[in-house]
């Protein structure tokens, strides 16, 4: 993994629905992880301990899945994304240059995002965070991931911003369900029907967990345009044999058919 801070040369096409592609992006870490399944967590840095609990557990099950986890880094629900993902299966956006580790609080865990997972930047090293920068990381946050997960949030605060940003980039927004008086921002959203309440995680995940699957299996990934079978066999040889007796997919009219 590249542990010093590098630029990306290559077009990152989930970024796409931002307002304005960013002119410049710095990364440390592994930048194939972009190429995965990816679901944005976001929230409160004072979680309460329902939002703790529920949040680690989503994001584990998640990654477990084959989910990458997208977040801010910051305290709170962001590290908690992150620390349950596991630093190999994370990507960081930082509202700083990548050779400062900011929250202190959470230097160890950049630090092992930086060198198992993915940090991304807009600003070049040694550029302080700053209260515009936050905004600014946020909409990469928002870009990166297939949907956005608020696990909780006050009406005026940043992860609300990074919900109006999901909804002009047309992506799906789900929060948790909370008590009266609590993430009354979260719960703005599900009066007004700009969100969905995620109330079984297993169920939730279960989709992801099989778009998942496909994505990070090259084989099943080039089965999904339905090759015919010589050309699944001239490509791989071994993969046909092997995932046909397991029952993964199936020969239709001479096509392959992934079960």
Not at 53 to 63: F, G, H, M, N, V
Request: aromatic share 8%; hydrophobic share 40%; proline share 4%.
């Amino acid at each position: 993994m590249i542990n010093e801070t590098m630029q990306f040369t290559e077009h990152i096409d989930a970024l796409d629905g931002m307002k304005k592609y960013p002119s410049v992006l710095y990364y440390r870490g592994n930048p194939l992880l972009l190429n995965r399944l990816k679901i944005s967590i976001v929230g409160s840095r004072r979680p309460s301990a329902y939002t703790q609990q529920i949040t680690y557990e989503l994001s584990k099950k998640l990654s477990k899945a084959g989910v990458c986890i997208v977040s801010g880094a910051a305290m709170g629900v962001d590290a908690i994304a992150h620390n349950a993902a596991g630093p190999d299966n994370t990507i960081a956006v930082m509202a700083n240059g990548l050779d400062i580790r900011y929250p202190a609080m959470n230097r160890s865990l950049i630090t092992s995002i930086e060198h198992e997972g993915l940090a991304i930047s807009q600003f070049e090293d040694a550029q302080k965070a700053a209260p515009w920068s936050f905004v600014v990381r946020n909409e990469v946050v928002v870009a990166l991931g297939d949907v956005l997960i608020v696990t909780q949030a006050d009406e005026k605060s940043g992860s609300m911003r990074s919900v109006e940003y999901a909804l002009k980039m047309g992506k799906k927004v789900y929060v948790l369900p909370q008590r009266i008086s609590e993430s009354e921002g979260t719960n703005a959203l599900l009066r007004d029907g700009k969100a969905e309440a995620i109330y079984n995680i297993d169920t939730f995940i279960a989709p992801y967990g099989q778009t998942a699957k496909h994505l990070n299996d090259p084989f099943l990934l080039f089965c999904q345009n339905s090759p015919t079978y010589e050309e699944a066999v001239k490509q791989f040889p071994q993969e046909v044999f092997q995932y046909e007796l397991e029952g993964k997919i199936d020969v239709v009219a001479g096509s392959i058919v992934v079960v």
